[in-house]
């Protein structure tokens, strides 16, 4: 596999605070990379360590290659664009006039590309508005379009729902996408929102407290957390020897309680057990979310 | 580098801050300007006034100019988060600090230029410059310096603080400290070193009374440091130029020149190790 951003034990510390210890994160080409921690977990922190913004006390990464101890550090740069935090917007100047200004410092030739940024974000009927009369969800979709000038291949985006309302939180999901599937940009995309996340991300990095507590592909978490059935039985014995018998995969958990991974005939189950002579005390249908995979992660509440 | 400069100068354009302090100057510099011409001319007045006189009221003000704009300026890239997107798109610190730095000196220099040109204003009422085209030269040149100075200054402070409030109320304040520091050196130097006291004489009238060592006279090592800082400090070559008693061009340009560099090294060393939110 390929990775465009690499982190090895990545630290930061600000006088006494360490706010990241030894981070190593992986984010695959093309994927849409969900960078998932509380408040106060060192998304942040690490986001401006990718961009450039702060040096790390120890520990490097490598961006498109390029360790960020090489001067091509800064060329591998202009390969990505990002939002950290707020959009970094004027706010005396129109949509247009961001973009352009944003296409100077990239030094690039000609303004031909504004026009479809704009409409990509669905700011194309701004005109001469001022972003500082713009929703916070135009702000925060114009900041993407200012992230998107140059046509990074990965964009960065950190806690991009932040303060939108839903209708502001799904056309930002849908834009981004948009952006993987049409233009395979890969993102990586800091949020304490989960179930917004599960929408959107192939692979997964969850931090706590400073620490990378696990990297997870969206398919391996959905493995973890696939639904599973619940029972109270009187013989967990019995209970494994049906459900082998009808090759459905299960975990005994204690004497009397065991997880099917399967949805279930109740009745022919009913039934099976009892020609065991093993009785069906309770079945609870439990759904397993990227939140509660979550909380069995770092534990604490259950608000990322 | 070119690239940076090319988005500052187009910003600078369309900067309110820019126009306002532009206009400012303008109205600035043909109020005062009028005001000279009627002064220089009407009857009874014993002095002899020239367009000397007025032409380098800018050097007094344009450090709070250039403080105002230079914090107002740079400071949006702070307060936007706009200097991120310079950062992110793989500019490095040094060009951003030194882009940062060649636009609001030009800026400066331009609002001195609205000043020098609108100043024309005089010219049919008061005639050209007496003080002849070397000394005019030799003045214009020690400004420019001196405005590259106080841009180095006020581009530093802009550029190590993230709050665009402290950083405008540091610069104004800084300026203004630097104006009183050198107001007090200047009126130090001016006290004459004898003095005689007037007395009153028995039949009502006055007299002036014999020669006295004035107390207020600076002499000595003082004399000659407040000599040196008044060269020294921008503001106090603001306030030699708008006497015309500037005598020593060369140290002026060398201090401007060391003023100018001594922060722009300090400013990008300190903003190339600064955490940037």
């Known amino acids: 596999m390929e990775y465009v951003l690499r982190t090895n034990a990545l ?24 960078f998932v921690g509380k408040n106060g977990a060192g998304k942040t922190t690490l986001i401006r360590l990718i961009c450039g913004m702060q040096e790390p006390t120890s520990g490097e990464y490598t961006l498109y290659g390029r360790k960020n101890t090489q001067k091509e550090i800064v060329k591998a740069r202009r390969r990505m664009g990002a939002i950290v935090e707020t ?32 409409q990509l974000v669905g700011l194309a009927h701004t005109g001469k508005k001022k972003a500082k009369h713009f929703s916070l969800g135009m702000r925060q979709r114009l900041g993407i379009a200012v992230a998107l000038a140059g046509d990074p291949d990965l964009l960065i985006l950190d806690e991009p729902a932040n303060g939108l309302d839903p209708q502001g939180i799904i056309e930002i999901r849908e834009l981004i996408l948009r952006l993987n599937r049409e233009r395979q940009i890969t993102v990586l995309i800091s949020s304490h929102i989960l179930d917004e996340l599960s929408k959107l991300a192939t692979h997964y990095g969850f931090i ?15 493995a973890a957390c696939r639904k599973c059935v619940r029972m109270q039985v009187s013989d967990t014995k019995a209970l494994a020897r049906v459900l082998d018998g009808l090759d459905i995969a299960y975990k005994i958990l204690s004497s009397d309680t065991a997880d099917a991974y399967a949805k279930l005939n109740v ?25 509660s995979y979550y909380v069995s992660l770092v534990g604490g509440d259950k608000n990322a | 580098m070119r690239k940076l400069l090319s988005a500052n100068f187009s910003r600078l354009w369309k900067n309110k801050t820019f126009w306002l302090c532009m206009g400012a100057m303008l109205v600035y510099a043909l109020v005062y300007m009028l005001n000279g011409v009627r002064q220089a001319t009407v009857s009874l007045t014993q002095y002899h006034r020239s367009l000397d006189d007025y032409y380098f009221q800018f050097a007094l003000a344009i450090g709070m100019f250039a403080a105002l704009f230079c914090s107002m300026f740079l400071g949006t890239e702070y307060s936007d988060g706009t200097i991120r997107n310079k950062l992110i798109t793989g500019h490095t610190r040094a060009g951003v600090y030194l882009a940062n730095l060649v636009v609001t000196f030009v800026a400066t220099l331009l609002m001195i230029a609205v000043w020098l040109v609108a100043a024309l204003v005089g010219v049919p009422a008061l005639g050209f410059w007496e003080m002849g085209v070397p000394h005019l030269l030799g003045y214009l040149l020690t400004a420019v310096f001196f405005v590259a100075s106080f841009s180095s200054i006020f581009t530093f402070i802009s550029m190590l603080s993230a709050n665009k409030t402290v950083t405008v109320a540091i610069s104004i304040f800084l300026f203004l400290g ?7 050196m200047y009126n130090g130097l001016q006290q004459p070193e004898m003095a005689s006291s007037v007395e009153l004489t028995m039949d009502g009238g006055m007299q002036m009374g014999e020669q006295q060592p004035n107390p207020a006279y600076v002499s000595g090592a003082k004399r000659v440091f407040y000599e040196f800082m008044l060269d020294f400090l921008p503001t106090g070559q603001g306030i030699l130029m708008w006497q015309l008693q500037i005598a020593n061009y060369l140290r002026m340009i060398l201090s401007s020149v060391a003023l100018t560099i001594v922060p722009t090294v300090c400013g990008i060393v300190i903003f190339r190790r600064k955490n940037l939110k």
């Open chain 1, 11 to 34: 630290s930061k510390s600000y006088r006494n605070f360490q706010a990241l210890k030894g981070v190593s994160m992986n984010v695959p080409q093309g994927a849409i990379y969900g």
């Open chain 1, 87 to 118: 959009p970094s917007i004027y706010l005396d100047m129109t949509a247009e006039g961001n973009l352009r200004q944003q296409y100077r410092i990239l030094g690039l030739p000609s303004f031909e590309g504004i026009g479809d940024l704009l």
């Open chain 1, 208 to 222: 706590d407290n400073g620490c990378m507590v696990r990297e997870i592909s969206a398919a391996e978490l959905e």
């Open chain 1, 267 to 291: 009745s022919q189950l009913a039934s099976l057990l009892e020609k065991e002579n093993c009785e069906l005390i309770s079945m609870q249908e439990r759904d397993e979310s990227l939140e």
């Open chain 2, 178 to 184: 630097l104006l009183i520091m050198a107001s007090m």
